[in-house]
């Protein structure tokens, strides 16, 4: 590669095609939640894995498409409930992989731990073993979120029996997610919504009766991938562009991420084109497992070798970028982003955030755990109020992400992608 930056007026027409390219940006979105809500394993995501696979197969041109397979430990829900000790039913949603109860349940005092950061768990230390920890859910893209796996984690090392985390939004439902338990050693773990909160945080030593029923089945994803060479063929450096498939089994997971897969094909489509322009090479790698705590993409990486994943100079992760038109970029640490990313913004004239700090809620996280460069491109970062407020929950719909926001992702993602593809090798080490 040469120290000359390749074609730096290629921006203007891809920027162009992206938007001349809405309408089939919008026609995926829509396809895309029309598959569901696409949990890992399901005949949703199958659908949408097919889908996918299919636009990707018709972007290929001198390229190719395929499936990677990868593995990660799957689990199947079986019954679900929740009641306090009277038997007053309450709102219940299993948490992915959670560990099952006894057959008749678990009856167990409940203590509350509010948020659940580290001093509350500190503060109520004496009174968490053999209890069920209830927690609180928060807005998770904030600079002082505390993830729910770092709170179920801390509730499986101080003792308890049990886990729930619960919605503070009285008109939400329960939310879905990871328990990060992966098929290991774990407690049972559900969420509930804000009334339900209200009475187990009153039922103390009362208790509650807790019943999840699973069973674990290691399974085979497959992640839908494009490779596009650049202008050398011979060159097998990649620029990643990644977006997650999998989602809930609650709604159509439309935010996260219909959103940011619909943008990633767009831009595909809209590169494609003028790959031969490009000093890099384009890696499209939309994953699976990725609500399994990162487990789609953390295999991946690892099943490659060092030389192998040196080949990826940096991973530009769009995840939930529709909902609110505010983007963060979230760049995982590597100081030498913020300047490419200021840079992109201020080409495509579509601000974008900041946030440095590594926040491991996406696949970037994985890249950035190799040395590889990575970013999250994010809307409502730090907005709470914003509709991104309803991810993982039955109000993720496509009613929640409005098409100027997608057009908007799509400039300001376009710009970034075309900045790295044309990246040198000195901007390639600045970013590290």
């Known amino acids: 590669m040469t120290a000359r930056t ?3 007026d290629g921006l203007e027409p891809l920027l162009q095609r992206v938007a001349d390219g809405l309408p089939g940006l919008l026609a995926d979105f829509n396809a895309i939640c029309d598959c569901g809500g696409r949990v890992a394993g399901s005949d949703s995501e199958r659908r949408a894995r097919d889908l996918t696979l299919g636009r990707l197969a018709e972007i290929a041109g001198a390229g190719r498409a395929w499936l990677e397979p990868v593995d990660y430990a799957g689990w199947q829900p079986g019954s ?5 000790a009277d038997g007053t039913p309450l709102a219940c949603q299993p ?8 057959p008749a349940g678990l009856v167990a005092g409940v203590v509350d731990l509010g948020r659940g950061t580290d001093d509350d768990f500190q503060r109520a230390a004496a009174r968490i073993p053999g209890r069920i920890a209830l927690v609180r859910h928060e807005f998770p893209f904030s600079p002082d979120h505390v993830h729910r796996r770092r709170k179920y984690d801390a509730a499986r090392a101080a003792g308890a029996a049990g886990f729930v985390i619960a919605h503070t939004d009285p008109l939400a439902s329960p939310t879905s997610g990871s328990s990060g338990r992966n098929g290991g050693d774990g407690i049972p773990a559900v969420a509930t919504d ?8 009153t039922a103390d030593a009362s208790g509650a009766r807790l019943v999840v029923q699973g069973t674990d089945q290691p399974a085979v994803g497959q992640t839908p991938m494009l490779d596009l060479p650049g202008r050398d063929p011979d060159d097998a450096r990649r620029v990643v562009l990644s977006a997650h498939l999998d989602g809930h089994p609650l709604a159509q997971s439309a935010m996260d991420n219909a959103s940011g897969l619909a943008v990633a094909l767009a831009l595909a489509r809209a590169v494609a084109p003028q790959m031969a322009q490009a000093a890099l090479g384009l890696r499209v790698c939309l994953f699976t497992a990725e609500e399994w705590a990162l487990a789609g993409s953390r295999q991946w990486l690892a099943m490659m070798t060092p030389a192998e994943r040196s080949r990826l100079v940096i991973d530009i992760n769009l995840d939930t970028v529709g909902a609110d038109p505010r983007l963060t970029a979230l760049t995982s640490g590597f100081a030498g982003l913020d300047a490419f990313v200021a840079a992109s913004a201020r080409a495509a004239g579509q601000p ?3 946030h440095r700090p590594l926040m491991p809620n996406s696949d970037h996280a994985n890249f950035a755990a190799h040395g590889i460069p990575a970013l999250r491109l994010i809307a409502g970062f730090d907005q709470p109020a914003s509709r991104v407020r309803h991810i993982l929950t039955a109000q993720d719909t496509r009613d929640q992400v409005a098409p100027a926001e997608l057009a908007g992702a799509a400039r300001a993602s376009a710009s970034l992608l075309w900045r790295a593809l044309c990246a040198t090798d000195a901007d390639v080490s600045s970013w590290r």
């Open 6 to 8: 390749v074609d730096p």
């Open 352 to 354: 974008i955030g900041l």
């Open 95 to 102: 948490l992915l992989g959670s560990a099952s109860t006894p």
């Open 80 to 84: 679900c409930s929740l009641s306090l």
């Open 194 to 201: 804000h009334a339900g909160s209200a009475r187990l945080a």
